[in-house]
């Protein structure tokens, strides 16, 4: 959950009352917040016990355009599609700034740009002194050599992109450099004497900087998702409308978009939804008529009357500051938090659920349990890695398709989800490296991957993994404990002999770059149902007799070496599923995670043993 810093005397100045810890701590709960800590040095030692404090009942603030005689005007280059194409603006005249209100004018900015805009990156904020600028304003896109000015806070003029390795040294700054930093044209704001407001979203101007002394405020918003634009210029304008000469009166400018289209801003007009008392009532368990809800509602500052056409019917005005409602359960809520969350009553459910595990999670559970009484330890690292731990430190590489990247990864440590749970295993070992040996270590969690035909684009697979670290491989201890895995799973071993076996487990040596050459086995899988070989496709087999009879020929060994390969030919069929991989790692990988002995791993998918398990939602099949 979020931690919001108040200024105590501020707040209780606003709310027109004072209150104790405890009083304030029980206010906030009613309204469905927690008080996290009081900083004051004014609280008292011993606090006066009494009745709760009541809600504070204060009149929604009304915020109205006031249109100048004549309305200022932004144009929109046609450049600025190529980054940051939309733009909004507002003005405040006649403001009156204390150290207080200039300060919270700069943290309500700054935490903006932290939540809703992303760290900038969807939506950058700017404020200028105006008195310091000539209309009509002019937003534009430009190549970086091709700007310059005197960025804030410094007493020279750069170009823009001097000023990409300006900030490269200054953290605060220097987090948003990626934003624009490869862009063949940077964002940026000039007035009629081509003066720069601001180079949105790195820097502002030095010229129209605001100060303690700044009368007229200019706001410009420039975003990449029109959406979020329009909910922040409401927020930053009617917030701090309230210190205007004319409180929470807004100056209204047009904007002139490249398409000819004309938009004014900001639109601080209220929305009208609905909401049903039956609804509300159903969902709090309470019996309020609609005039009783229509009052909680207004107790949380959203206008509410009842709708003459239907009496279950409450007609909801939803102000600009309040772009977190959107559904009727939303209305419910705040219903909820005017009534008193305390205040609710408990009543047990109309219905009986009984809850069951996913067949996913049941089966990861027996695998945990029999793994964990072989003797083997259960590890859980974290599913985020670098791109080389998930790929170059295997001995893989990255096709592209299938690893889901972070696009803008705070650390290295943390780049890609891992497609495999190898990675996890073995840094686990790499840091336990110094307990006695064996180290045995084992995973059940999921992978991700890419997947187009999922609407998110991508799904998780539930893997179980387990490698073992000692002074020898122990490649024979890790087939064993794929055999008990399997062995409590009912799912048996297909022996070379057994051709018309129809459900079981085999392995086939394969070459795999992770695993030591001629060390390492594919594992497949053959579901119940699916036709073993048949007789008439083991004669199809390429002259398998013939091969046979040649390598005979040509000595023992090679003799016995056919008659296997010809063996595991039969066995595998057009419905066997390759699950997994195991076998001894290659001396490379164990060497880039820094572990000093040898190991051997297997891993595979848990998905194709899943039973069929009634569908817990009518929608699920």
């Known amino acids: 959950m979020p931690t919001v810093a108040v200024d105590k005397e501020d707040l209780f100045e606003r709310l027109g009352q004072s209150y104790t810890t405890e009083e304030f701590d029980h206010l906030c709960f009613e309204f469905g917040i927690e008080l996290d800590e009081d900083t004051t040095?004014?609280?008292?030692?011993?606090?006066?016990?009494?009745?709760?404090?009541?809600?504070?009942?204060?009149?929604?603030?009304?915020?109205?355009?006031?249109?100048?005689?004549?309305?200022?005007?932004?144009?929109?280059?046609?450049?600025?599609?190529q980054i940051r194409p939309f733009f909004a603006c507002a003005i405040l005249r006649n403001v009156k700034f204390t150290p207080r209100s200039y300060a919270s004018f700069m943290d309500l900015q700054d935490k903006l740009h932290?939540?809703?805009?992303?760290?900038?990156?969807?939506?950058?904020?700017?404020?200028?002194?105006?008195?310091?600028l000539e209309p009509p304003f002019r937003y534009e896109a430009r190549p970086p050599n091709n700007i310059k000015f005197k960025p804030l806070n410094k007493s020279e003029e750069y170009t823009a992109a001097e000023l990409m390795n300006v900030y490269e040294g200054e953290k605060h700054i220097a987090r948003y450099l990626h934003i624009i930093r490869d862009s063949p044209v940077y964002p940026i704001i000039y007035d009629k004497q081509d003066r720069v407001l601001s180079?949105?979203?790195?820097?502002?101007?030095?010229?129209?900087?605001?100060?303690?002394?700044?009368?007229?405020?200019?706001?410009?918003?420039?975003?990449t998702?029109?959406?979020?634009?329009?909910?922040?210029?409401?927020?930053?304008?009617?917030?701090?409308?309230?210190?205007?000469?004319e409180p929470y009166s807004i100056e209204p400018v047009r904007v002139v978009y490249p398409d000819g289209r004309t938009v004014i801003y900001p639109d601080v007009s209220s929305r009208r939804t609905t909401a049903r008392a039956s609804y509300i009532n159903s969902c709090t368990a309470l019996s309020l008529s609609s005039e009783e809800v229509a009052s909680l509602l207004e107790r949380m500052s959203l206008e509410a009357s009842v709708s003459p056409s239907n009496p279950d019917e409450i007609q909801v005005d939803v102000p600009c500051t309040r772009p977190d409602i959107f559904h009727e359960c939303d209305i419910m809520e705040d219903a909820a938090i005017a009534y008193g969350f305390n205040n609710l009553p408990r009543t047990f459910p109309t219905t009986s659920t009984v809850a069951q595990p996913l067949?996913?999670?049941?089966?990861?559970?027996?695998?945990r349990q029999e793994w964990a009484m072989a003797g083997w330890v259960e590890v859980l690292p974290l599913i985020l890695c670098s791109h080389d731990e998930n790929f170059a430190w295997l001995n893989r590489t990255d096709d592209n398709k299938t690893a889901i990247?972070?696009?803008?990864?705070?650390?290295?440590?943390?780049?890609?989800?891992?497609?495999?749970?190898?990675?996890?295993?073995?840094?686990?070992?790499?840091?336990?490296?110094?307990?006695?040996?064996?180290?045995?270590?084992f995973e059940t969690s999921d992978i991700a991957v890419k997947d187009t035909s999922a609407e998110r684009q991508s799904r998780n697979i539930r893997h179980a993994g387990a490698v073992w670290c000692n002074k020898t491989a122990g490649f024979e201890i890790v087939c064993g404990l794929l055999d008990r895995i399997m062995a409590m799973l009912e799912v048996p071993r297909i022996f070379t002999h057994m051709e018309n076996a129809t459900h079981g487990y085999y392995l086939k040596e394969t070459e795999d770059p992770t695993f030591f050459p001629g060390r390492a086995a594919k594992i497949f899988y053959r579901p119940k149902g699916n036709p073993p070989y048949s007789e008439s496709q083991m004669s199809q087999t390429p002259s398998a007799s013939g091969t046979a009879q040649e390598a005979a020929a040509s000595g023992p060994v090679a003799a016995v070496k056919e008659a296997v390969s010809a063996a595991v030919s039969k066995l595998k069929s057009t419905g066997d599923v390759e699950i997994g991989l195991i076998g001894i790692l290659?001396?490379?990988?164990?060497?880039?995670?820094?572990?000093?002995?040898p190991c051997s791993a297997l891993e595979f998918t848990l998905e194709p043993f899943m039973k069929e398990v009634p569908h817990i939602w009518a929608d699920d099949a």
């Open 114 to 132: 932290q939540n809703i805009c992303r760290r900038r990156q969807l939506v950058a904020i700017g404020t200028h002194d105006l008195d310091t």
């Open 41 to 81: 040095s004014e609280v008292e030692e011993a606090i006066k016990k009494g009745l709760p404090a009541e809600r504070p009942k204060q009149k929604a603030p009304v915020y109205q355009l006031v249109e100048p005689a004549s309305m200022l005007t932004t144009t929109v280059s046609p450049e600025t599609a």
């Open 586 to 597: 290659h001396p490379t990988v164990v060497e880039k995670f820094e572990i000093p002995y």
């Open 199 to 223: 180079m949105p979203p790195i820097i502002n101007s030095e010229h129209s900087k605001i100060t303690l002394d700044t009368k007229n405020v200019f706001i410009d918003v420039t975003a």
């Open 359 to 367: 067949a996913v999670s049941k089966l990861s559970d027996l695998v």
């Open 225 to 245: 998702d029109e959406t979020k634009l329009n909910i922040v210029v409401n927020i930053v304008a009617t917030m701090f409308s309230e210190y205007c000469a």
């Open 405 to 441: 990247k972070l696009a803008n990864p705070k650390t290295a440590e943390y780049q890609v989800i891992r497609t495999s749970l190898l990675p996890g295993l073995l840094k686990t070992i790499r840091e336990n490296r110094k307990h006695p040996l064996p180290i045995r270590v």
